[in-house]
């Protein structure tokens, strides 16, 4: 994570304001976030029931290519 000192001097080398610089390191993580194995798991079992279903209702959460 990036330190606030870190992120004033990078505000002063743009030229973009301190708002600015914290909405593009959220935006970073937002955009490059992918939910975990277990993670994934959990979002199965509250989508699907259990966790034991198989079927539409599962569609588009398993599996590595989630977002593309």
């Given at each position: 994570?990036?330190?606030?000192?870190?992120?004033?001097?990078?505000?002063?080398?743009?030229?973009?304001?301190?708002?600015?610089?914290?909405?593009?390191f959220?935006?970073?993580?937002?955009?490059?976030?992918?939910?975990?194995?277990?993670?994934?798991?959990?979002?199965?079992?509250?989508?699907?029931?259990?966790?034991?279903?198989?079927?539409?209702?599962?569609?588009?959460?398993?599996?590595?290519?989630?977002?593309?």
């Open positions: 994570m990036v330190q606030e000192e870190e992120k004033a001097k990078l505000s002063e080398i743009t030229g973009l304001d301190q708002k600015q610089i914290n909405n593009w959220i935006n970073q993580r937002k955009r490059h976030w992918k939910p975990s194995k277990d993670m994934r798991f959990a979002l199965m079992e509250s989508v699907g029931g259990g966790g034991d279903t198989v079927g539409p209702t599962c569609y588009g959460i398993v599996g590595d290519d989630i977002g593309t």
